[in-house]
């Protein structure tokens, strides 16, 4: 997987730029079809973390040649990400700053202003020279064992807490409270504002909360929240003083039940609704590695990886021919355009 993985990024890299490697990994349908040319089940979880792997691991060696370069992974090493992108930054005279910022606060949305009921344990950043960057991060719902991801791109981002995604993909979700929403733009400017009242008085604003009748929506989402627990956050982002969600959302200690009683305790006291619509769109990722529909012919798998190689080898040195016949080969099995009845219409 390493192997074709390497040739692949090298293919459209070389043919296309690193920008381009960026935007279709951060395309949910290709990154799940690059995933499958690998080898894994179209509905398998472990495609994520797996192809990201496999990529970092390529990357390693062709990275510096290329200009492209990833960081962190599943578990532990997801909390890695940081340190991982300091030391290419490092190697390669780059500023890592802004790309640190951007790997922590894709992390926070993803795991407390989205709240959909799977939890992020995988979280990848590749990026290039440039500072272009695209994220692919995963979570998992414990109860079923079923997965979601998550895709983000800096390209065309224009907000890290306003309609953020490129791309949601996985199961159904229960109950979400999305905070990144666009509709939620009224929670977003409230709960700051909210942050900066003393903290007993949000901790007693909560408590009201907790002896409401509430509809069952609201009073699901409030069940498992500690009015008296959740004091020393509300200290935490009153001494943080933020002026904005984003800013807010990077303050330490503040995690998806502080950030869902603030959410609450603005929609219901002051008015200022958040949103409940889940941004997944499609489902790929869940179930297990079955090997369905066959096993992987690992004599086939070598030869694509043989074939891609020698392309890029021969395109390097001016022969592009094999490329342009991948090329052509693509648009062969493209529909044909539509065409309009005779008269129009």
């Known amino acids: 997987m390493v192997a074709l993985g390497r040739e692949v990024v090298v293919a459209l890299a070389d043919e296309f730029g690193t920008q381009e490697v960026l935007r279709r990994l951060s395309d949910p349908g290709w990154f799940q079809a690059l995933g499958c040319l690998l080898g894994f ?107 979601r991801r998550y895709h983000w791109l800096s390209e065309g981002l224009a907000s890290f807490v306003e309609e953020p995604h490129r791309g949601v993909v996985g199961p159904r979700a229960g109950l ?29 604003d909560l408590r009201k909360l907790t002896r409401l009748r509430l509809p069952r929506r609201h009073a699901l989402l409030l069940s498992d929240i500690n009015p008296k627990r959740l004091q020393g ?15 807010l959302l990077g303050v330490a200690g503040l995690g998806a039940k502080g950030l869902r009683a603030l959410a609450l305790v603005a929609e219901i006291i002051y008015g200022a609704p958040a949103s409940f619509r889940d941004p997944a769109r499609f489902s790929y990722a869940h179930g297990g590695k079955d090997g369905t529909p066959y096993p992987v012919d690992r004599e086939a798998y070598d030869r694509t990886i043989q074939a891609l190689r020698r392309a890029v080898q021969r395109a390097r040195l001016g022969r592009r021919e094999q490329l342009s016949a991948l090329r052509r080969l693509a648009t062969a099995f493209q529909e044909p355009p539509s065409q309009s009845p005779p008269g129009g219409g």
């Open 176 to 204: 979400v409270l999305n905070l990144v929403a666009r509709e939620a733009a009224p929670a977003r400017e409230a709960i700051p504002e909210l942050t900066r009242r003393p903290p007993d008085k949000v901790a007693e």
């Open 41 to 147: 089940d179209w509905h398998s979880s472990g495609l994520t973390t797996t192809t990201c792997g496999a990529l970092k691991e390529a990357l390693k060696v062709v990275g510096p040649e290329l200009g492209l370069f990833a960081a962190g992974g599943k578990g532990a090493t997801s909390r890695r990400t940081p340190q991982e992108i300091s030391q290419w930054a490092e190697r390669e005279a780059l500023e890592p700053s802004g790309l640190i910022y951007a790997s922590r606060l894709a992390a926070k949305v993803d795991s407390a202003a989205l709240q959909d009921g799977f939890q992020i344990y995988h979280h990848v950043m590749f990026f290039d020279r440039g500072q272009n960057w695209c994220v692919v991060q995963q979570g998992m719902r414990e109860e079923d064992g079923l997965a």
């Open 233 to 247: 956050v509300f200290t935490k982002v009153y001494e943080a003083q933020a002026k904005d969600f984003e800013q």
